[in-house]
């Protein structure tokens, strides 16, 4: 059975990036590629065939500046539009509309309800500032005005045909009108409206800017119906032993026997939602306790509950969710690869123009190809990373004919998918004996090993020193003997450093990134100890710990102690192990952001309806004294409740929906599951048994779906990396700089596009005519 072209469904006309579509179609072609001539012509306004050289170059520019950021090249291509399209995709004009967004985002803490409090505890929080109307209003239009620019900037670009099919630039012209139409509204109400229907669909103007959100939201989108069987799998589960928990724990006509039933199950929904907090284990064993307390065997229905749904099928949603968001996440992977293909096959066919540094015949054995020279002209304008930059030119550089044909033309474009390996200056060379030792000595690794151990002796003199003074206080503490201490360390790494900058030089010194940390934070510790000496005159060993001065001895001291604690890291990256871990971390900080946006978008969309449905529903009781004696019998009429474990007993009373940001913080509280049941008690009782569903939904949207997530693309990409530094020694993954995008993490698992491929799609760009 032959297998489907690569390219069907991949790259097309909608999938969310000027004008890719979900469903294209395929062309095949007779024509062998070395076969065909270029004709060529960028048509908005029937743009002449031919017309300059610098028209090529500018469009191979722009082709393969779309092809580094893996963007849809369909768009227009004619000189000022190219121009324009530089200028919209220019770092200013890219931050200037992400700080847009941020600011629009950022209006939900001083809106009404305003979170410009100290605290969000209802019992002492003071009435908050409340901006004058007009003010956000103003700030929100001017941000939508952008937004209006930013769409008519980009239907411009890709064509009002293209922009019809893409979905994504509809729906944001869509929120658009909303929000512009809800705030006409605001301004026509004095802002005393309660209910701003524009601030649920604010996110929206995150996710369009993203291509991987958008990508990551799709793929979210179709992992849907295997989630949601596992989850229905799920509910059988809690429902039936529910039914058999009601049967087991059935009231009895002894009182003394109905502590299970009275706390548990004495109702359907009170059943219910006990075991779903059982579930995620946030009330175990609290929830068997009354059972087990009268007879041991029923642990068993507890144990059994647990053991099928926390431990098998909720490791089973992770394992599928993992599994089938992976599955999808390499389709779009696959997209954008293909992406780059086609971008830089573009930036070539366009360079072939005849009389241009190209030769092209349809006499067989001749190809297409591109001169040199022109190539590093469109290189010299194409902004990118300088390694990349010089790693390409210098491959261009190796042609002996002066000529690039188009299978050369696309490997060159694989430095794009290398690791950098940074190379460090060369030492200075001394003519002096003693230089020459130091520089041997202290080039060395054992040096580092030395320093390391050093640094460890530090901290264990620390942690000696805060277990023998834990009970005392500021006044009753003797610094004395810790600041002699700390002057012998400091001296040393002070020595240390200045004899690596001698073997290393200056350069050298600072090609290394643990030496910058190492040697800021010795220069810091020097300033700190230089400081001491010259308020307290150490080493004195009396010496009056507070009188007068800006800082406290203790005080100086203890900071001291922090940063030399955190001077330890500097093992980090001598240990193989901890630098692939560390540099794990700092690649999900940067590269998987989609991920934690599209959840600061579920963050914000499920603040925004809590807000809604449940502001000002907790309120503290009027007799204030039932707050502060836990010990009261709880005798008062209404929901409130001091009985042990509950929300006022506890004291949780800041975690609320009284405002954007307290609402943040309780979705937090609830994500981590740790006592959740708690809020979702106190809200069924000061409001309905329904407000249940909200916490749920939450739940399932953020702990079992986001999280597992999270976790597995973590585990993507710590194992991607292991296996990529397997081979390298320690210096080695200290030097390399891994491009571990999520392209490049499921880059092996990726098919190649073929030519043919490439260059039907090409010939369906709808202002790049090509045609052969």
Known sequence: MEEEPLLTGSINRGSGDYGSQDNGEHYHHEESPESRRLSYSATDDSYPVYKDADLCIQQAVVFIEDAIQYRSI?????SGSLRLYRWYYSKICQWGLGFTIAVVLGLAFIEKPSSLTYTSDIRFKPKPWEPPCGLTEGIEMVCLCIFILDVTVKTYLIGWEEFRMNKWLIGYTVVIAASVVDWMLSISMMCSESLRVRRLIRPFF??????????????????????????????LHICLFTMIGMLIFAKSDDPKKNGEWETYFKNLPKALSSLLVLLTTANNPDVMIPAYSLNRGYSIFFILFSVFGTYLLMNLMTAIIY??????LLMSVQTSIIRRRLGIRAAFEVLCCPGRGHTSTQSEGHVERVAVNMFLQVMDRVHMKSYWREAIIKAAQQFPDGFINGEAFQRLFN????????????????????LQHIQIIYSHFYITVLG????LANVICICTVLVLDSEKSGLEKNNF???ILNCIFILYYLIEMLLKIVAFGWRGYLSYRN??????LTVLLLAIQIAIFITYRIPYEKVDPVPGHVMALWEMVRLVNMLIVFRFLRIIPEIKLMAVVASTLVDLVKNLRAFAGILL????????????????AITPPSNTSLIFNANVENKTDGPFSMDCGTFEQLEYWPNNFDDFASSLVLLYNIMVVNNWHVFTDAYTRYTTEWSLVYFVAWWLTSSVMWVNLFVALILENFTYKWDRSNALSVEDVERIAYQSTVQLIFREHVQEPTEEELLAQLQQHPHLHLSW
């Open 74 to 78: 369909n768009h227009r291509v004619d």
């Open 206 to 235: 995150l996710l369009q800017n993203s291509s991987l959100m958008k990508k990551t939201l799709k793929c979210v989108k179709r992992t849907l119906p295997e989630i949601a069987s596992v989850i229905l799998l799920l509910g």
């Open 415 to 434: 430095e794009l998918d290398k690791d950098f390996m940074k190379e460090h200056p060369p030492k200075p060379v001394y003519s002096s004996p003693v």
């Open 323 to 328: 599994n089938q968001f992976r599955g999808y």
């Open 515 to 520: 030496n910058i940390f190492d040697g800021f």
């Open 481 to 483: 003997y810790m600041e």
């Open 452 to 455: 390391n151990v050093v640094a």
């Open 601 to 616: 978008v579920v963050y914000y969309m499920f603040a925004v309806l809590g807000i809604w449905l449940f502001q000002g």
